[in-house]
């Protein structure tokens, strides 16, 4: 007897802050590769007409949508997200993540920036300005392509 065939993997966006450059690279990716992309947010999402693509609108809430990614992430899934310590939870569940920018969130780096991110959140609790991410260039747009690309030659 043959086992049966493994879930296929699947990508999960945290959509509330994903940049609409990004999502458009994941609706061409979900298509030609007929890969599933489900954006989750906590506020209603236009997406296109795709049986690959679909949204997930969840309740509001500090990490309802993180909590809902990782309530249905499985090893070998992808998920795209700002969020470092979505990543983290994710990663301890056998999926990946990158950011929008292209960036890989490792087991290796990942403790290390969720040391920053904290350091970061004290410096602005105590009054700190720390000042935002900086804009979103082409090249990030670049950089998330290739690193999806990446991702997906190797699921094949």
């Given at each position: 007897?043959?086992?049966p065939?493994?879930?296929?993997?699947?990508?999960?966006?945290?959509?509330?802050?994903?940049?609409?450059?990004?999502?458009e690279?994941?609706?061409?990716?979900?298509?030609?590769?007929?890969?599933?992309?489900?954006?989750?947010?906590?506020?209603?999402?236009?997406?296109?007409?795709?049986r690959?693509?679909?949204?997930?609108q969840?309740e509001?809430?500090?990490?309802?949508?993180?909590?809902?990614?990782?309530?249905?992430?499985?090893?070998?899934?992808?998920?795209?997200?700002?969020?470092?310590?979505?990543?983290?939870?994710?990663?301890?569940?056998?999926a990946?993540?990158?950011?929008?920018?292209?960036?890989?969130?490792?087991?290796?780096?990942?403790?290390?920036?969720?040391?920053?991110?904290d350091f970061?959140?004290e410096?602005?609790?105590?009054g700190?300005?720390?000042?935002?991410?900086t804009a979103?260039?082409?090249?990030?747009?670049?950089?998330?392509?290739?690193?999806?690309?990446?991702?997906l030659?190797?699921r094949?």
């Amino acid at each position: 007897m043959t086992p049966p065939a493994a879930d296929p993997a699947r990508i999960w966006v945290d959509a509330d802050a994903c940049p609409g450059p990004v999502k458009e690279i994941l609706f061409r990716a979900a298509d030609r590769a007929q890969i599933a992309v489900t954006l989750v947010a906590n506020q209603w999402l236009r997406t296109p007409s795709s049986r690959h693509v679909r949204a997930l609108q969840v309740e509001g809430g500090p990490d309802a949508a993180d909590d809902a990614i990782v309530a249905r992430v499985t090893a070998g899934d992808l998920v795209v997200t700002q969020d470092i310590p979505l990543a983290a939870r994710v990663l301890a569940l056998g999926a990946q993540a990158i950011d929008p920018r292209g960036q890989p969130f490792t087991s290796d780096s990942i403790a290390e920036r969720l040391s920053i991110r904290d350091f970061m959140d004290e410096l602005r609790g105590a009054g700190v300005q720390t000042g935002g991410p900086t804009a979103f260039h082409a090249r990030d747009r670049q950089a998330f392509a290739g690193q999806l690309d990446r991702w997906l030659a190797r699921r094949r």
